[in-house]
C-alpha cells in the first residue's frame, strides 16, 4: 500500500524541475527479526545486498526531502532473505553540507517467492557523509512496523553517488 502512496509522489518529484538531485546507492543489508517477548527462536543476523535509485530536494536552508526506491533483501525467517521492493521519503537535515541526520517513512512489497509476508513498512532513521562532491557513504537502520509477529530490523551499509545538479552548485558542490 506504501508503494502505491510513494511511486506517484516520487515520480513527480523527479518530473518537476531541474534543480532536484538524484542518486544511486547499493551497499549492504544486515537484517534480522525482531520478536515479541515470550518467543524463544534461534536466529542470527543475516547478511544481504539492497540497490537504489532516488531523488532529493532542497524545502528549506539545510532541509531536504529525498524519495527514493530500490531493492532489498532482508530476514524474513530465522535462516533466510528474501527480496523486497522498497520505497522510502525522509527528510534530511544538513548542519554542515557533507554531512546529514535522515528520517522518514519506507514500506515495502515482497518480490521473492518466498512464504512471508507480502508487505513491510516501518521508520528509517540514518545518517550520510559526503567525502567527495559526488561520493558518499551513509547507514540507515530499517526499523519494522505493522501487525506481524515478527519485525524485521535491519543495518543498511550504503556507497551513494549523486550526479551533478543545480542544487548541489546552488550548495557549494
Not at 531523488?55 to 527480496?83: C, D, H, M, W
Not at 527528510?91 to 512489497?109: A, D, L, V
Not at 548541489?168 to 558542490?173: F, T
Amino acid at each position: 500500500m506504501m508503494i502505491r502512496f510513494l511511486l506517484p509522489l516520487f515520480i513527480c518529484g523527479m518530473s518537476s524541475g531541474f534543480a532536484q538531485t538524484i542518486y544511486l546507492k547499493g551497499g549492504v543489508n544486515v537484517s534480522s527479526l525482531d520478536y515479541p517477548s515470550g518467543v524463544t527462536v534461534s536466529s542470527s543476523s543475516q547478511t544481504d545486498f539492497h540497490f537504489g535509485v532516488g531523488v532529493a530536494t532542497e524545502i528549506a536552508n539545510k532541509l531536504v526531502f529525498q524519495f527514493g526506491a530500490g531493492y532489498s533483501r532482508l530476514a524474513i525467517n530465522p535462516v533466510s532473505t528474501s527480496g523486497f521492493l522498497l520505497g522510502s521519503a525522509v527528510f534530511k537535515y544538513h548542519p554542515i553540507k557533507e554531512f546529514n541526520f535522515h528520517i522518514g517513512p519506507y514500506g515495502g512489497i515482497l518480490i521473492s517467492k518466498d512464504p512471508s509476508p507480502g508487505s513491510i513498512y516501518g521508520i528509517t532513521p540514518g545518517v550520510e557523509y559526503y567525502f567527495a562532491n559526488n561520493i558518499g557513504v551513509g547507514i540507515s537502520y530499517l526499523y519494522g512496523l505493522g501487525e506481524s509477529a515478527a519485525k524485521t530490523r535491519a543495518f543498511q551499509f550504503s556507497f551513494i553517488y549523486r550526479f551533478n545538479s543545480l542544487q548541489l552548485k546552488n550548495a557549494g558542490y
